[in-house]
Nanobody
Framework: QVQLVESGGGLVQPGGSLRLSCAAT????????MGWSRQAPGKQREVVAR???????NYIDSVQGRFTISRDNAKNTVNLQMNSLKPEDTAVYYC?????????????????WGRGTQVTVSS
């Protein structure tokens, strides 16, 4: 099994910044894509940003230019730098990773999720 643990959430005023981090530990062979999703109350979970193993990134339109996703492959971590935060960014943020286990066939991978960290943007 693989565990993903997020950190860095909290309360911030509009226009402020937060940096989320996520560390993957456990039975890890390779980590392919990693990402951050969020779920606001009463809304469906949405993927905010993704980063591939060769560090290609993509973002949803609403965070483009404000959020930056990055990863450290040596440490099995993924970060989300969030700037110019808005009240509509308020949500629980979840880290995810597509992971293979040692010895798995190359076509086999699993999607793991963290438990989430709360981000609240309010004055």
């Amino acid at each position: 099994q693989v565990q993903l643990v997020e950190s860095g959430g909290g309360l911030v005023q509009p226009g402020g910044s937060l940096r989320l981090s996520c560390a993957a530990t456990g039975n890890i062979g390779s980590i392919y894509s990693m990402g951050w999703s969020r779920q606001a109350p009463g809304k469906q979970r949405e993927v905010v940003a993704r980063i591939t193993s060769d560090e290609k990134t993509n973002y949803i339109d609403s965070v483009q230019g404000r959020f930056t996703i990055s990863r450290d492959n040596a440490k099995n971590t993924v970060n989300l730098q969030m700037n110019s935060l808005k009240p509509e960014d308020t949500a629980v943020y979840y880290c995810s990773a597509v992971v293979s286990h040692p010895g798995d066939p190359v076509t086999t991978a699993y999607n793991y999720w963290g438990r989430g960290t709360q981000v609240t943007v309010s004055s």
